[in-house]
T-cell receptor, first 110, second 113 residues
Framework: GENVEQHPSTLSVQEGDSAVIKCTYS??????FPWYKQELGKGPQLIID?????GEKKDQRIAVTLNKTAKHFSLHITETQPEDSAVYFC?????????FGSGTKLNVKP | GAGVSQSPSNKVTEKGKDVELRCDPI?????LYWYRQSLGQGLEFLIY????????KSGLPSDRFSAERTGGSVSTLTIQRTQQEDSAVYLC???????????FGQGTRLTVV
């Protein structure tokens, strides 16, 4: 089955700096890659996603890049704000299921 | 509804009791997923429904766990003879088309004492 690895497990940045979270996957059949943000006590929230026929997608301060050849994808957050502090999960979907990374705890220091 | 709804939001039960957790998916979503999240951990896949069928039950940790879905909508996850290690947050997600754009509920926090 699919195996998704996510790094780093924790990330601390100063407000206004950029944050990058990286994931790799193993199954070349994966064709959809969502990112979720989970705040304390809440369910994961879909923040951005990318399909395998696209290399990059941007939504305001958030962007995701995908390298199908290398089987890795990344989340980029620019101009970080304290409200960006949360746990972020990447996922890969080869067919009907989602395989999640282990999560990155992002701390944005004011 | 506007989003995925789970009930109850919190459940405390005594060891050995049975519990039922409910998930109301977004209207029209055919795919439904159950995940378990232990404190500070990642998302552990439990079971996946497409309509009322469960093509993948591979994540259910033991035969104490079962799930059903009726009318292609509401799903119930049942844990029999609960154990302390069952304590976790149980998350439900739904997707209009399996494998794309899954939306999660707020979860049910289960505590077995």
């Amino acid at each position: 089955g699919e195996n998704v690895e996510q790094h780093p497990s924790t990330l601390s940045v100063q407000e206004g700096d950029s944050a990058v979270i990286k994931c790799t996957y193993s199954d070349s059949a994966s064709n959809y890659f969502p990112w979720y943000k989970q705040e304390l006590g809440k369910g994961p929230q879909l923040i951005i996603d990318i399909r395998s026929n696209v290399g990059e997608k941007k939504d305001q301060r958030i962007a995701v890049t995908l390298n199908k050849t290398a089987k890795h994808f990344s989340l980029h957050i620019t101009e970080t704000q304290p409200e960006d502090s949360a746990v972020y999960f990447c996922a890969a979907s080869p067919f009907d299921k989602f395989y999640f990374g282990s999560g990155t705890k992002l701390n944005v220091k004011p | 509804g506007a989003g995925v709804s789970q009930s109850p939001s919190n459940k405390v039960t005594e060891k050995g009791k049975d519990v039922e957790l409910r998930c109301d998916p977004i209207s029209g979503h055919t795919a439904l997923y159950w995940y378990r999240q232990s404190l500070g951990q990642g998302l552990e896949f439990l079971i996946y429904f497409q309509g009322n069928s469960a093509p993948d039950k591979s994540g259910l940790p033991s035969d104490r766990f079962s799930a059903e879905r009726t009318g292609g909508s509401v799903s119930t996850l049942t844990i029999q003879r609960t154990q302390q290690e069952d304590s976790a947050v149980y998350l439900c997600a739904s997707s209009k088309n399996g494998g794309f754009e899954a939306f999660f509920g707020q979860g049910t926090r289960l505590t077995v004492v």
